[in-house]
């Protein structure tokens, strides 16, 4: 299975990165690891995904370890609006059983 | 711009009721999904659609039926089956099929708010 597991909460002073961590030793070779978040009440927002490399966009740097047991999404300078719950998500199952599996996220709290 | 509209974006509903939840999409995406949300809980699939008149039970459908009789759209219809219907209901677009295996990235409506009065 390809559960991942998260931090429950984090703090982060605004301008500084935030550095989100997730676990994730079960993930098939693959399959691809995904960081959504989401501000109270609203739908969730995509905001990057890596399957062995690192990658950056304009939201996020995401570093996944060489084995893709871990991985981190950076925040490189975090703002009061980055106050959200993040989740980082990857399928589980084969064929056309696989799933995308939700858990509970990180809820990052950007401190002024 | 491109993107997926739910309404209504708060709904009350008296016990025994059938409600319809609208999700529209005008991004050309093959597939949409609805969830729903809990607290303590992560998203869990309701009812998925690879295309049009062509969809499959999530994890939770008991209570839930759906339609797909256009590419653009996917309404959620809580039957009063539905034993405890209060939620947090998002759909969700793909231009991937749900268990394709390359990358496949979910764009979210904003979500509508069930409440069972």
């Known amino acids: 299975d390809a559960k991942t597991t998260q931090p429950p909460s984090m703090d982060c002073a605004e301008g500084r990165a935030a550095n989100l961590p997730c676990n994730h030793s079960?993930?098939?070779?693959?399959?691809?690891v995904y960081w959504y978040r989401q501000i109270h009440s609203q739908g969730p927002q995509y905001i990057i995904h890596g399957l062995k490399n690192n990658e950056t966009n304009e939201m996020a740097s995401l570093i996944i370890t060489e084995d893709r047991k871990s991985s981190t999404l950076i925040l490189p300078h975090a703002t009061l609006r980055d106050t959200a719950v993040y989740y980082c998500?990857?399928?589980?199952?084969?064929?056309?059983?696989?799933?995308?599996?939700w858990g509970l996220g990180t809820s990052l709290a950007v401190n002024p | 711009d491109g993107g997926i509209t739910q309404s209504p974006k708060y709904l009350f509903r008296k016990e025994g009721q059938n409600v319809t939840l609208s999700c529209e999409q005008n991004?050309?995406?093959?597939?949409m999904y609805w969830y729903r949300q809990d607290p303590g809980q992560g998203l869990r699939l309701i009812y998925y659609?690879?295309?049009?008149?062509?969809?499959q039970k999530g994890d939770i459908a008991e209570g839930y039926s759906v339609s797909r009789e256009k590419k653009e759209s996917f309404p959620l219809t809580v039957t009063s089956a539905q034993k405890n219907p209060t939620a947090f209901y998002l759909c969700a677009s793909s231009t991937r099929q749900y268990w394709d295996s390359g990358a496949n990235v979910l764009t979210f409506g904003a979500g509508s708010r069930l409440t069972v009065l």
């Open positions: 991004l050309n995406h093959d597939a």
């Open positions: 079960t993930i098939s070779g693959n399959e691809y």
């Open positions: 998500i990857s399928k589980e199952g084969a064929g056309n059983n696989r799933k995308l599996i």
């Open positions: 659609s690879q295309i049009v008149n062509d969809f």
